[in-house]
């Protein structure tokens, strides 16, 4: 089983620009989680998908974040305009069910200068 | 929001050495994991404890749950240099989404 696939794994980009993060789960599970990491607040949770319906969004900071999951195999995060402070390490996650063990991607360390 | 906090928030102890790590948490749950993270990578689950078990094993591991006092502790025995890593614990509320504390950090001397 290849494992939750993230890309890119590194983006570097100017404030103002719009940045794109992909994931593509494990085959079979339904439900999807994206993350944020940074060391002042931690792992916090944007938004979750069961079957690919968007089911809380309250994580997400504010409307400059957009998530899309428009197949079981495939889910994009969009920050536009991004600015410096939404620097950090985004993760998806995938498992069977919510509530499960989950199975994290390797991430996308995101830099916005 | 956060639920679960864990205890040390750092960790130092030499190789062969048992580790604790302690998490307490605020509200009713249906399950508490555990999940480490080597740097710069994602976080792996380790273990997943039910609000109906008191101790779980997963071989060096060993998970307890005291929900009366809204408590769990992971233990690691006979530490190695590869256990060093970031470990949190995740709790379950029944809403399906999991709410990760901000870790322990963990660190093996040779």
């Known amino acids: 089983d290849a494992g939750v696939i993230q890309s890119p794994r590194h983006e570097v980009t100017e404030m103002g620009q719009e940045v794109t993060l992909r994931c593509k789960p494990i085959s079979g599970h339904n439900s999807l989680f994206w993350y944020r990491q940074t060391m002042m607040r931690g792992l916090e949770l944007l938004i979750y998908?069961?079957?690919?319906?968007?089911?809380?969004d309250s994580g997400m900071p504010e409307d400059r974040f957009s998530a899309k999951m428009p197949n079981a195999s495939f889910s994009t995060l969009k920050i536009q305009p991004s600015e410096p402070r939404d620097s950090a390490v985004y993760f998806c996650a995938s498992s069977l069910y919510g509530g499960q063990p989950q199975h994290f991607g390797d991430g996308t360390r995101l830099s916005i200068l | 929001s956060q639920q679960g906090e864990e205890d040390p928030q750092a960790l130092s102890i030499q190789e062969g050495e048992n580790a604790t790590m302690n998490c307490s948490y605020k509200t009713s749950i249906n399950n508490l994991q555990w999940y480490r993270q080597n740097s710069g990578r994602g976080l792996v689950h380790l273990i997943l404890?039910?609000?109906?078990?008191r101790e779980k094993h997963s071989g060096r591991l060993r998970v307890t749950l005291d929900t009366s006092k809204k408590s769990s502790s992971l233990l690691i025995t006979a530490s190695r240099a590869a256990d060093t890593a970031s470990y949190f614990c995740?709790?379950?509320?029944?809403?399906?989404?999991?709410?990760f504390g901000k870790g322990t950090r963990l660190h093996i001397l040779p």
């Open positions: 995740a709790t379950e509320e029944g809403d399906d989404k999991i709410i």
């Open positions: 404890i039910r609000s109906n078990e």
């Open positions: 998908f069961n079957n690919n319906v968007p089911i809380d």
